[in-house]
T-cell receptor, first 114, second 111 residues
Framework: DVKVTQSSRYLVKRTGEKVFLECVQD?????MFWYRQDPGLGLRLIYF???????EKGDIPEGYSVSREKKERFSLILESASTNQTSMYLC?????????????FGPGTRLTVL | SQQGEEDPQALSIQEGENATMNCSYK?????LQWYRQNSGRGLVHLIL?????REKHSGRLRVTLDTSKKSSSLLITASRAADTASYFC???????????FGQGTRLTINP
């Protein structure tokens, strides 16, 4: 079974801190994604990556950056956390289009910025 | 921008009844997928229907796709309390590298 893991289930940080959210998948998927989920707004795509060292902006990249140094790992970075970045963060991976097409999600990280 | 839109936003039914959720989208798609999310957890893939398919079944799940109306429905038959969750449709648009998720339907099954 595909497994996508995220480094923390719950995280509390202070405004201005640099925050790293880590995501690891074990299925050799090329594509990886970071979403945030807020009540009433559904899932919004922050960044995605379709290969090592490649990244593409999603719908709401402002205030975030990403790193993909290895195929299995995709990191989301909040350079200077702000209270409006309090949210549930979901990582996902997927085989290239034309493969299974299914997206596999991690359990989520609930980040609170004080 | 979100392409899939689910309807209704919330649905509450009695255990044993059938639950129907709808999804509309705007552009041509390769496939449409339905996902489930239990409270505070990640999303889990339920079923995928390709653009050349009209209906698909998986256990108590039935999905239909009408590409002329750009809409899909998810039917859960003989609902159980454990079906309580949020359900999302996601579209794999032609030429896109990513899925686009709707805002979800929150389903509550009352015992």
């Amino acid at each position: 079974d595909v497994k996508v893991t995220q480094s923390s289930r719950y995280l509390v940080k202070r405004t201005g801190e640099k925050v790293f959210l880590e995501c690891v998948q074990d299925m050799d998927h090329e594509n990886m994604f970071w979403y945030r989920q807020d009540p009433g707004l559904g899932l919004r795509l922050i960044y995605f990556s379709y290969d090592v060292k490649m990244k593409e902006k999603g719908d709401i990249p402002e205030g975030y950056s990403v790193s993909r140094e290895k195929k299995e790992r995709f990191s989301l970075i909040l350079e200077s956390a702000s209270t409006n970045q309090t949210s549930m963060y979901l990582c996902a991976s997927r085989a290239p289009s034309g493969g299974t097409d299914t997206q596999y999600f991690g359990p989520g990280t609930r980040l609170t910025v004080l | 921008s979100q392409q899939g839109e689910e309807d209704p936003q919330a649905l509450s039914i009695q255990e044993g009844e059938n639950a129907t959720m709808n999804c509309s989208y705007k552009t041509s798609i390769n496939n449409l997928q339905w996902y489930r999310q239990n409270s505070g957890r990640g999303l889990v893939h339920l079923i995928l229907i390709r653009s050349n398919e009209r209906e698909k079944h998986s256990g108590r799940l039935r999905v239909t796709l009408d590409t002329s109306k750009k809409s899909s429905s998810l039917l859960i038959t003989a609902s159980r309390a454990a079906d309580t969750a949020s359900y999302f449709c996601a579209t794999d648009a032609v030429g896109a590298q990513k899925l686009v998720f709707g805002q979800g339907t929150r389903l509550t099954i009352n015992p």
